[in-house]
């Protein structure tokens, strides 16, 4: 086949965890498409991939996804062996990482580029995918710090100028201290069973006052937490008369792997530098 | 078929011109593969897409290819109604643009997107891939005033800051007043068939200063009539040590237009609002 | 005499149009006082000058006023032989193209220039004065698509830092489909007979809006079918207190096409090159 | 007449100063026409204007020309109560700040918009002027630090994107320490006389190289000691092959000046707010 | 002792002046500790310090504290000998400018630095200290005119990009054709005696939409005239569940006078060149 | 003591590696003093300092320094729990992190501004201290990949718009398959003992060209494998007749720190907002 993927899990929670999220927290050995999260969305993307899920790291950090900074950065590290070897095994063209966040993504590129691999991130895929689209974006999320994480992430892909705002959800995974919040799986519930569910309800009001208000002209999502809610943002702003594409990471990053490895391209040799680089520009310009 | 695109060239020159360039000018009922400029490099891209290509409207300011903004006028107003009689035929979910100056591409997102169709053009996907691929591109055309006029696409679609130079190959398209310049035609047929070329070794060159002292990191291509380039710069660049992804503008607006196709998504409805707008924003951020 | 210019309309609609507006649809045989759009505010700027006023090129995608980024190119590409014609006529040293969306002015400019006549239009000219007035301009224009299109003429025009928001007056021209929208012809008959119009105060308070809150500090107008507002905005912004410049179309792009005169300059042959230029940079900057 | 301007010198040097250069030192009681810098080149634009010519204020710091920023400060302070003076004569409907430097030009702005009196500067005219006139400006200035304070206003007025360098012509006014140096007053002699002059040379290369190199699409000029160079660089591109327009501070700010009063309007009441404002804006926007 | 520094006011108010604002109209021969303002608050900053207090120099434009444009320069131009011998005494190895909208800070830099001093002013510490504490800042200010000019300074240091927003707190200074208005004077010895002001809850309030609405995340403080409000919003912002840090420039600009005397650095001899320098670089950068 | 400092290396090597490079590989019972990197240029700054020297965690991907992104991810990682650890012990009021690259600062800055310590970091600290003392800074750095990591912080930090160029010396640090490049090691003990080096001609020569091409007016050192060379590079560049400040990561972090500390202030608790926040801001601008 043309796609050969793998697919992989920024973390992975024990099952026995009681801070379980969608499939963060199935088992390893469940077939993939079990522990794909939001599958009957995304299968459509792979139907002409020959595709892996990978397992996921265990979380080291605690049994809870990740929203800080700090537990973005266990996740990074634990999943980069997992990237060098799938590059090694030679079993793949494209790596599809799957968070919203995108741990180590930029380190990941670095190492897939030099085996030829091209690599693809929920968040850089969006945000870059949205300013084809229309003039601003803006990022609908879950809320708290993963916010100000995730503006980490704009910066370093230079695209301040096209943000119109990060807005929430004014709900949070599930975490130790959160046990008295509006719970996010169960409103998710409520939403995907036919339900009014606040979740819904105010990711498509945010989305709506980050059109009228703060100037965004696409929307995507924070947290790959949120990506479940594309069809409800998609559909509850035509409702309200808002004709604005909605993106989510999984299919944003499937479908751009796609692309450039039908472009034959991969990420340039000089901004993902090798360790022994035969040549070096004057300069880095910045 | 998942994809019905239609492409449309940025005008025809009448057959018997003496200006004539690769297809350019080309009689309309010729097969469309023979039609399709660089149809060997191409075709590959549209292998499961069932297309068509337009003849293109035949030029109205001269019987040369157009470089001047005034003659890109001519032809973006001269293929509008061809693209809106496109949309309206109920044929096809893509248009794809040919063309490195993309004439009329704001104008035909506008009429496309309310017809559902997705609309890629040559400079727009080429920029904006190339910033998901490194940190900034260059642009080699051809000399002159084409680029100027290339300029204004990149402040237009607000790369400005991704943009690290535009350089030529120190050649033009046949044009009157050209007669005793290099040919281009001539360099391209050296190159084709094997020979050493001035077109090729300026642009492999030019793309190197760009590299080495401008801040490129990407390299893409100007006007299509360069476009056939793509590979021996790709080569002649790998061969100086440089590992540097080089895009032409048709690959990389059929890629772009089967991603958006596959993702469900076209432009944004208010960026390219239409004229009667359901719902307005409180203002429009610039 | 120092000043000899000719004033191009944007277009012409037919006269038996139902959508006329304004001087818009007057017959080309009219003395060019009576074509002149609001010619009581306008014709003093133009007492030191020799002028003509081009009857328009008759629209040819319909009969209603341009708004839509499709009809600006039509309009663009229908004037622009009217332009070299004016300026091969050698009789003027300026032409000032009428239009607040300015249809054609980079390709005039690239024309005028290599005659040696200065060439000035609505919206560059007023938003460029306004940058010189004070930190940040608003825009103050028919409500929809047109807001878009000009959002496009301030990218192209490279002032997104110093454009503080478009704002509409939440009413469009004449235009089918708008047959049950409250009327701007009839909004500035009331106006301008002395009564309280909508138009007015809708401008009034936008302006007021985008001082208090967008961050504006001189006001400009879009289209040219709200330049009548002008001294009505101005008025309205110091009786409640706001010393704030507005400027409008006509007036701005005659003074500074005098400015121009007097001062011996055209546009850049480097930025407006032409078609055969004797000296190139190395390389374009962007 | 329409126009009633007084043109105030940044300072005046005492007549028995061995740092005179051009008429900086002339006594005041010469008539006008004399004291008047480059008056051959200056004097058509002021056909149409009712002028005087301030004797300009005795530099308190010294009796050279204003080189450092220390300098620029003592010179602004001084001529300030003359603006404001001048003001409140009620003799002027605009002041023209000589000076390339434009010492004071923010503050006299502020006193001038609350009599109604327009106030004009040679750097920010030619600055904004140059942006109307093509993509980017150098500057082409004496040497030293008189370039970084200059860089000091293009900051200020918010300019860095449209200015491509500051350039020197390797020389400086007239100065303690400077007595060895190469002499700008005898190359400006020798250049007005016809002879080869070093000056010269050196402002057509440093121009060109600004434009070949730098991105300079508009020369503009910085000291208002280098001001008598416009025709020289203008003249010396052009045999180069180069159509650039050069612009010099003075005509650019009589020019705008009368701009100004021909459309009735004048600096912002909130960028140049007075001390006692009826309205304010609910924040400052930056 | 390792710092040696010399502070000097703004200006100094006539201490029979009925404009007299906290310190600044305090007799000259009192000792430094009671002539420094909020001494209380400051005084730790120093306790590792050989300090003076200059007396400041007499306001020359009236008795009461400045705050347009205008009066700026008079403060500026007014100090700068002060600086000048300051430096020339030898007997400090730091100038720190008092005054939150630092006049002649720039012109103070390029003079000390020839002599080796290093030299820090209000606005400047107070904004670049709070770019290295979080994403943007807002100001908190007196209101009216000393808000534009303190975005002036923002502009000159080129911080616009991290600056959110200048509220100001409804009040100004003691001055003429204030009398009616709510006097800070009282509203100052209200709190400081323990009691509910207008002046800090407003500051509170301005400093909290600054943080909700406008993106500040650190807050900083304008005219030296709210210096004394850090404490109190610094609390009240805590108590509103808020953990900003909050800003105020004299601490600021001593401790950055510190850290540079520490650093063995002084301002770049480029950026603040002397009037003699050795070195040139080729162009200067904008 | 006022301060309570520990400083963490970015991460220790076996004692035994052949790649070694100044004290990186230096046992962990070895007194602080003698582990600590340019002991004597380093330690006048601790001088009134309680400071500690972590071991440093030692390296888990191999026995060289870090160089590319994924060995700094590693390196972070491991050194994020003895940040946390040093912040629970209650024994600092500041955490210096060593390590020109500063991996982890980000999550570390996250994690002690809970524990109301401050943190700092070597490029952090230099590239903001060095807008405050000049226009622009360049980085002299190690070449090859370093070069693009180092400017992920730069565009991480937002202050692209401050650095003119990373620069390099030629030279790497020890790594597998570097060993027949010219060796770093022995330059710097050539350096150190007086002799001609030619990393340090290097290191002034790319600082010059900084200078005099690119716009730097201030210079910092990237990797802190180079931060010897700041009094080699600072008496080259005065013996060429540069007045250019030039700092390192060390002494910039660690008076950063006591300023931090002084001024009672730490990180902004909305930029690097904990996981539990009581207040959140509408919405977060990017």
Not at 3 to 29: C, N, V
Request: hydrophobic share 40%; net charge negative; with cysteine.
């Amino acid at each position: 086949m043309r796609y050969r993927f793998l697919l992989i899990p920024p973390f992975r929670l024990p099952s026995e965890t009681k801070w379980g999220y969608q499939t963060l927290h199935l088992e390893a050995d469940k077939v993939k498409e079990e522990r794909l999260m939001n599958a009957e969305m995304v299968l459509p993307y792979l139907e002409d991939v020959e595709w892996d899920l990978h397992p996921g790291e265990l979380a080291g950090y605690g049994d809870w996804p990740v929203e800080t900074r700090e537990e973005f950065t266990f996740a990074a590290n634990a999943r980069l062996p997992n990237i060098r070897e799938a590059c090694e095994s030679g079993n793949y063209n494209g790596i599809v990482l799957l968070g919203g966040g995108e741990p180590g993504f930029l380190e990941a590129r670095e190492i897939c580029r030099k085996f030829g691999v091209v690599c693809t991130a929920n968040a850089h895929s969006q945000m870059y995918l949205a300013t084809m689209l229309g003039n601003k974006f803006s990022v609908v999320d879950i809320s708290g710090v993963h916010n100000v994480y995730y503006r980490d992430l704009i910066y370093q892909h230079q695209l301040q100028n096209r943000c119109a705002s990060i807005r929430n959800i004014g709900m949070r995974l599930p975490r130790p201290g959160t046990e008295d919040d509006l719970q996010l799986r169960e409103e998710r519930q409520k939403a995907l069973s036919g339900k009014k569910s606040i979740a819904v309800e105010n990711a498509i009001t945010q989305a709506e006052i980050a059109i009228k208000e703060d100037g965004a002209e696409v929307i995507t999502l924070g947290c790959s937490g949120v990506f479940w809610l594309r069809p409800f943002i998609e559909c509850g702003l035509q409702k309200r008369g808002w004709e604005v594409p909605v993106l989510e990471g999984y299919s944003a990053s499937i479908t751009l792997a796609k692309l450039m490895v039908d472009l034959g391209v991969n990420a340039s040799g000089i901004t993902y530098m090798g360790d022994h680089q035969i040549q070096l520009p004057d300069k880095i310009h910045v």
